[in-house]
């Protein structure tokens, strides 16, 4: 059964830093590009970031330069380090996984609250 089960979410004052962390079970290969996408209140679930398999990111313009993806295969789990979080980051940040057949998985989310 595919799994994946976010961690790290909080509370974070602006201009601090975060790391977010997403724990895919077995059958989610490394085959699978994993992403970081965020949801605000009354807003549609927007990309964040995402990394392929040969280590290839993409990264929303508005989080560009302030958080990082990463992957590490041994433990299939990926990262998002936010640096210098801001107050529009605030939403429940979700865990995607997608396969090279198209089959999509979502974790089942973390709240990132950023405020004073």
């Known amino acids: 059964h595919a799994q994946l089960v976010e961690s790290g979410g909080g509370l974070v004052r602006p201009g601090g830093s975060l790391t977010l962390s997403c724990a895919a079970s077995?059958?989610?290969?490394?085959?699978?590009?994993m992403g970081w996408y965020r949801q605000a209140p009354v807003k549609q679930r927007e990309l964040v970031a995402t990394i392929a398999r040969g280590g290839r990111t993409n990264y929303a313009d508005s989080v560009k330069g302030r958080f990082t993806i990463s992957r590490d295969y041994a433990k299939n789990t990926v990262f998002l380090q936010m640096n210098s979080p801001e107050p529009e980051d605030t939403a429940v940040y979700y865990c995607?996984?997608?396969?090279?057949?198209?089959?999509?998985?979502w974790g089942q989310g973390t709240q990132v609250t950023v405020s004073p």
């Open positions: 995607k996984a997608l396969g090279p057949t198209g089959i999509i998985y």
């Open positions: 077995r059958s989610i290969s490394s085959s699978y590009t």
